[in-house]
């Protein structure tokens, strides 16, 4: 039984953003590099890179599942905290480079302005849902 909708949420968004992002890179944005005539060990690194962050995507995605059925909310708070702080700073970083080099900054931000965002407010919520008993009932803590 799900324990917290919110976790349920994130962590389906957080599978989509890896199979999305994933996809976008071996269809679109890492053949062209095959076309710009990039050397081989530059290619290889940014490729990994590139697949470095879809993997990191899934886990947070499969964490994020497991944490909506863990039956004690109190035991995974820790986890969706550490999460907020990972996706923060992947945002501050990506926001940084974006504007050191790029003079159309804030039309390249939108996207993961909005998604990194909504997925913060949306574990921050999870963070707040209180553990119920079987009867609606604050699990009592010894």
Not at 74 to 96: D, P
Request: hydrophobic share 55%.
């Amino acid at each position: 039984m799900v324990k917290n909708y919110f976790y349920l949420i994130v962590g389906l968004l957080f599978i989509l953003f890896a199979v999305t992002h994933t996809l976008n890179g071996t269809t679109t944005v890492l053949p062209v590099l095959d076309t710009i005539g990039m050397e081989s060990s530059v290619k290889t690194i940014f490729t990994y890179v590139w697949h470095i962050i879809g993997v990191e995507n899934f886990i947070l995605g499969m964490a994020l599942l497991g944490m909506a059925f863990y039956h004690d909310l109190s035991k995974v708070k820790f986890t969706a905290w550490l999460i907020i702080g990972i996706l923060t700073l992947r945002w501050i970083t990506i926001a940084t480079f974006t504007i050191i080099n790029d003079s159309n900054w804030a039309k390249l931000l939108i996207t993961d302005t909005v998604a990194i965002f909504v997925i913060i407010i949306l574990l921050w919520f999870g963070t707040k849902v209180k553990n119920k008993g079987s009867k609606g009932e604050p699990i009592k803590k010894s």
